[in-house]
């Protein structure tokens, strides 16, 4: 019982947005099911006449709200003020570089082309030994995140310095393939007390020393790069493989170039799959039902959701395993924009649906209940601390809206 009410984890200002964010989306479910309750008629047919209007006002309603989420993304994407944002991207660049996806300077390239569109007239720059390179302010905060765990790794004895031999592998670890020579070069340079060891801040001058002078020019002038693609599987405790043939050898912005049309075709790959499997998957379903003796409720609200929404679930999961207040809260994040994404792209894909094919809108006893469940976790969102008991109420609303759904319907509901 004391760990049900002692033990948690500590919330975030993203989260509670991440809840106002998702009743907002909700808003289109109104448009269809407040006039819903009130027209009636003696067949499908009238109903639909009905609700028609209704239902082309939540299509609009839905696509205008999915627009304005994807612009509310692409804006925070060009700032660093959203923290869960950040952590997210941390993570991706982190694991893509440990899992030998991409080199520390195809990362960086990217970054410097981000900055280039923000910062280049802007304060924020940092000179380096009185020389002329040096590197936006926002860049190198996020190149100190990125290299931190590499440097903790071969600190073993915590005493926040590393030797040269160290140096060299973290830069291995880093896919950054370097001649033993510039490594010394390097490590010379930034070794001021000649002590044969750096601190943190030594090591992040001297990698970025190292991007500058490997970036082309030694300037920032490029326009801003698209997201990173997902993340991979957690896989902090696997051998990590190395660079990849085809991209280890190329430069870090045919690399960027590489990994982002890797990522279009995955995409392209995955969204055929979908369209080839979903028309199928419901006929699955349907026999399974008919075949079982399932009731199609049970089939529609606990196989289905199961089915499409697994990959948010899944990502979520892994997250949250590495039991850091950081991965906790970008697993809330996740699932809360999933939640946006169900309330605009997949509710406007319904109404459009509903009204080119005049259908009518039987889904009150649905609808009720999922505004039910995201109100509730609306509320919860607007804590500063989630603790155990609070997991377990919000894992029992998912039966819990099973039965609200058949009570509901039992009592004569749509």
């Known amino acids: 019982m004391e760990t049900l009410l002692n033990s948690g984890v500590t919330g975030s200002p993203q989260v509670s947005k991440g809840g106002k964010l998702m009743m907002i989306t909700s808003i289109s479910y109104f448009i269809i099911q407040g006039p819903a309750f009130f027209l009636s008629g003696e067949t499908d047919a009238e109903v639909s006449a009905g609700e028609s209007g209704f239902a082309l006002a939540g299509l609009i309603t839905c696509t205008v709200l999915f627009a304005g989420y994807l612009f509310y993304q692409w804006e925070l994407s060009r700032t660093d003020s959203d923290q869960v944002f950040e952590d997210y991207m941390e993570e991706v660049r982190r694991e893509k570089i440990m899992n030998g996806e991409i080199s520390l300077l195809g990362v960086m390239q990217a970054e410097l082309r981000f900055a280039a569109t923000r910062q280049s007239t802007e304060e924020g720059y940092q000179s380096m030994d009185g020389g002329n390179l040096a590197l936006p302010e926002i860049v190198m905060r996020r190149l100190e995140k990125l290299l931190r765990p590499f440097f903790d790794k071969y600190d073993d004895d915590n005493s926040g310095q590393l030797d040269r031999g160290e140096f060299w592998s973290v830069f291995h670890d880093l896919q950054e393939h370097v001649q033993t020579s510039e490594l010394n070069a390097i490590f010379e340079k930034i070794d001021t007390d000649q002590s044969d060891q750096i601190d ?30 997902e993340a991979a599987d957690d896989g902090d405790s696997e051998e990590h493989e190395e660079m990849p043939e085809d991209l280890a050898h190329l430069k870090p912005e045919e690399q960027q170039y590489h990994v982002k049309m890797r990522a279009a075709y995955l995409m392209t790959v995955g969204t055929a799959l979908v369209l080839i499997f979903s028309d199928p998957m419901v006929d699955v379903l349907g026999v399974l039902g008919d075949r079982t003796g399932i009731s199609s409720f049970y089939i529609s609200f606990v196989l289905a959701p199961l089915a499409s929404n697994a990959s948010e679930l899944i990502a979520a999961f892994n997250y949250s395993l590495k039991k850091t207040s950081r991965t906790i809260v970008i697993s809330f994040a996740a699932l809360q924009g999933a939640a946006c994404m169900n309330n605009t792209f997949c509710l406007g894909v319904f109404m459009f649906l509903i009204y080119f094919r005049n259908l009518a809108w039987e889904f009150s006893a649905e609808t009720v209940t999922i505004l039910l469940v995201q109100v509730a976790m609306a509320v919860l969102s607007l804590r500063n601390t989630f603790r155990v008991v609070d997991g ?21 509901w749509d």
């Open 200 to 229: 943190f801040d030594e090591f992040v001058t001297g990698v970025a020393k190292f991007v500058l002078e490997k970036s082309p020019t030694g300037t920032i002038s490029s326009p801003p790069p698209a997201a990173i693609d």
């Open 392 to 412: 377990v109420m919000v894992l029992s609303l998912y039966p819990l809206s099973l039965m609200v759904v058949a009570g509901l319907e039992a009592c004569g």
